[in-house]
T-cell receptor
């Protein structure tokens, strides 16, 4: 089945140790998004790619970076994780911009020790 | 911010009862969507209602939209224990479909 896959589902890292989260999709969608969701809060958009064009949200910290080497994969890099970065990270896709709904992956729960 | 606000924040009902959740938002929108999130899981898209629609049905789900009041409601009829989850409304700004903003969510518990 076509889907959005996130690996790993659970990630533990140490304070300040870089970590990379992975998202892949078999939907062949042009747009990929990364959301951060802290406990009992709403998901918050960090950035998105439309093809190779990167669109950063104004309030996304510089500590968060993203790479999209091809249509199928998108990575979230956290350069120096802090305790406040512990959250669920959700990847989503849409086939083109300006469509209202997204297909979400199951998320990666990040723990920072 | 045009973030949607859900009401109530938490809801507990008996299996078989109906569950109603409300969402309010601040600015003009193109669409409003409802998502479900089971504990520790990703979001599942439930239903989308466009700004020119007033009511939409999908199975046991009924969504209404009142653009004059900038509010929407999600009704789940004949609830089941499997409906236990958090429910989020999400809106996109009239000027940008990509700026989907989620409300804080309603946590629904359906007691068997």
């Amino acid at each position: 089945d076509a889907m959005v896959i996130q690996n790993p589902r659970y990630q533990v890292t140490q304070f300040g140790k870089p970590v990379t989260l992975s998202c892949s999709q078999t939907l062949n969608h042009n747009v990929m998004y990364w959301y951060q969701q802290k406990s009992s809060q709403a998901p918050k958009l960090l950035f998105h790619y439309y093809d190779k064009d990167f669109n950063n949200e104004a309030d996304t910290p510089d500590n968060f970076q993203s790479r999209r080497p091809n249509t199928s994969f998108c990575f979230l890099d956290i350069r120096s994780p802090g305790l406040g970065d512990a959250a669920m990270y959700l990847c989503a896709t849409s086939d083109r911009p300006r469509v209202p709904y997204k297909f979400f992956g199951p998320g990666t729960r990040l723990t920072v020790l | 911010s045009q973030q949607g606000e859900e009401d109530p924040q938490a809801l507990s009902i008996q299996e078989g009862e109906n569950a109603t959740m409300n969402c309010s938002y601040k600015t003009s929108i193109n669409n409003l969507q409802w998502y479900r999130q089971n504990s520790g899981r990703g979001l599942v898209h439930l239903i989308l209602i466009r700004s020119n629609e007033r009511e939409k049905h999908s199975g046991r789900l009924r969504v209404t939209l009142d653009t004059s009041k900038k509010s929407s409601s999600l009704l789940i009829t004949a609830s089941r224990a499997a409906d236990t989850a958090s429910y989020f409304c999400a809106t996109d700004a009239e000027t940008s479909y990509d700026k989907v903003i989620f409300g804080p969510g309603t946590s629904l518990s359906v007691i068997p």
